[in-house]
């Protein structure tokens, strides 16, 4: 689980397997589109999970 913040101040939040591959997705404009339409982005935190359902999970708690 990982949280972006946005050029604009706004944060995002997402799963993922592997966080420095997200995170060039991200920065390139392959992300989501809340992040596409404001980069850049800076990863502010994140949290590693032994299963994806686990970090699913608590993304939906953040």
Same mark, same amino acid.
């Given at each position: ?10 944060y995002?939040? !997402?799963?993922?397997?592997?966080? +420095? *591959? ?7 404009? =392959? !992300?989501?589109?809340?992040?596409? +339409? *404001? ?7 994140? =949290? ?5 359902e ?9």
């Amino acid at each position: 689980m990982y949280i972006l913040e946005c050029c604009d101040g706004s944060y995002y939040t !997402g799963s993922t397997i592997n966080i +420095k *591959r997200r995170l060039f997705q991200h920065q390139n404009g =392959e !992300g989501a589109n809340h992040t596409k +339409k *404001r980069l850049p982005v800076n990863l502010v935190y994140f =949290e590693e999970y032994p299963r994806i359902e686990t970090a699913f999970y608590r993304e939906k708690q953040v």
